[in-house]
Nanobody, 124 residues
Framework: QVQLVESGGGYVQAGGSLRLSCAATGRTFSNYAMGWFRQAPGKERDFVSLIPRSSNNAYYGDSVKDRFTMTRDNAKNTVYLQMNSLKPEDTAVYYC?????????????????WGQGTQVTVSS
C-alpha cells in the first residue's frame, strides 16, 4: 500500500510558475513508477508526466513538453513537478499516481495508487 499526498497547487497568472510536490509513504519508493495527471472540469484525466521505476528519466505529454519538469528524490520519497510558462489551459486538478508497472506507463488505468489532487488555476 502506498499513500500519496500532493501539495503546491494554487492560483497564478499566465506566464507564471508553480512547483507541485508529491510525498509518498509505504512501500519501497524506488519500486514505483510515478506519474502526474490532470483533470479539467468536464474532461477526462490526462497524462502529464512520469518517471519510470528505477529511473530518473522523465516523459511528458505533448502539451507540457519544454515547459514542465518532473524530478524524483528517492531519499525523500518525493516527486516534484516544476511548471513554468503556465497557460490558462493548464488549469486543472493535478494528481500524483504510483504503479509497479515496468516500462513507460502513460495510461490512467495502469496506476494503482492516487493522491487526493491539488488545484492549479492559471488566469489570463
Amino acid at each position: 500500500q502506498v499513500q500519496l499526498v500532493e501539495s503546491g497547487g494554487g492560483y497564478v497568472q499566465a506566464g507564471g510558475s508553480l512547483r507541485l510536490s508529491c510525498a509518498a509513504t509505504g512501500r519501497t519508493f524506488s519500486n514505483y513508477a510515478m506519474g502526474w495527471f490532470r483533470q479539467a472540469p468536464g474532461k477526462e484525466r490526462d497524462f502529464v508526466s512520469l518517471i519510470p521505476r528505477s529511473s530518473n528519466n522523465a516523459y511528458y505529454g505533448d502539451s507540457v513538453k519544454d515547459r514542465f519538469t518532473m524530478t524524483r528524490d528517492n531519499a525523500k520519497n518525493t516527486v516534484y513537478l516544476q511548471m513554468n510558462s503556465l497557460k490558462p489551459e493548464d488549469t486543472a486538478v493535478y494528481y500524483c499516481a504510483a504503479t509497479t508497472d515496468y516500462g513507460v506507463p502513460k495510461g490512467v488505468g495502469q496506476y494503482d495508487y492516487w493522491g487526493q489532487g491539488t488545484q492549479v488555476t492559471v488566469s489570463s
